[in-house]
């Protein structure tokens, strides 16, 4: 095996000092480890800045882009906006004739856990209900900054199609 397809174990702290130890490919995007750091410890990704070796880093870096080494330490620092996450309210409507259901959602927030509190509140499976917005199928991991929602959208909800 060579040396660049052998995985690196590097450590994510954060400003309390407390740290989580993550294996990794040095040619994978960072994406999945700082997804999964913020979800481990109920994070919005958008919220928090990472760095190593004095380099902020992006989603879209590799550890081997950033010369990542096994051992290293990435810094996890909460960054706040001054006015704090702006929110937005949005509505979900079901093609059963019903008034829309009202949804407040932070901007920076993955559109999962709206999805999610939806399906609770209706009863429904979250897999096997498409979300649409402006014609197009919304990712889960994405949020509403990101599709750029604003106040007032709607989200259609597709009914659920049972097989015979």
Same mark, same amino acid.
């Given at each position: 095996?060579?040396?660049?397809?052998?995985?690196?174990?590097?450590?994510?702290?954060?400003?309390?000092?407390?740290?989580?130890? &993550? @294996?990794? *490919?040095? /040619?994978?995007? !960072?994406?999945? +480890?700082?997804?999964? %750091? =913020? $979800?481990?410890?109920?994070?919005? #990704?958008?919220?928090?800045?990472?760095?190593?070796?004095?380099?902020?880093?992006?989603?879209?870096?590799?550890?081997?882009?950033?010369?990542?080494?096994?051992?290293?330490?990435?810094?996890?620092?909460?960054?706040?906006?001054?006015?704090?996450?702006?929110?937005?309210?949005?509505?979900?409507?079901?093609?059963?004739?019903?008034?829309?259901?009202? &949804? @407040?959602? *932070?901007? /920076?927030?993955? !559109?999962?856990? +709206?999805?999610?509190? %939806? =399906? $609770?509140?209706?009863?429904?499976? #979250?897999?096997?209900?498409?979300?649409?917005?402006?014609?197009?199928?919304?990712?889960?991991?994405?949020?509403?900054?990101?599709?750029?929602?604003?106040?007032?959208?709607?989200?259609?909800?597709?009914?659920?199609?049972?097989?015979?």
């Amino acid at each position: 095996m060579d040396q660049e397809s052998r995985n690196i174990v590097v450590k994510v702290r954060n400003q309390a000092g407390s740290s989580m130890r &993550f @294996r990794i *490919n040095p /040619a994978t995007q !960072l994406r999945g +480890l700082m997804l999964s %750091y =913020c $979800d481990w410890n109920e994070l919005v #990704v958008d919220d928090i800045r990472f760095s190593c070796n004095g380099r902020n880093l992006h989603r879209d870096d590799t550890p081997k882009q950033v010369r990542m080494k096994e051992g290293d330490v990435i810094y996890a620092v909460q960054v706040m906006d001054q006015e704090g996450p702006k929110k937005i309210l949005v509505f979900l409507k079901a093609m059963d004739g019903r008034p829309p259901t009202p &949804f @407040r959602i *932070n901007q /920076a927030t993955p !559109l999962m856990k +709206l999805m999610q509190a %939806y =399906c $609770d509140q209706k009863g429904l499976e #979250v897999d096997n209900v498409p979300f649409l917005y402006a014609g197009r199928r919304l990712d889960r991991d994405a949020t509403p900054q990101q599709v750029n929602m604003e106040d007032d959208d709607v989200i259609d909800v597709l009914p659920v199609l049972r097989g015979s």
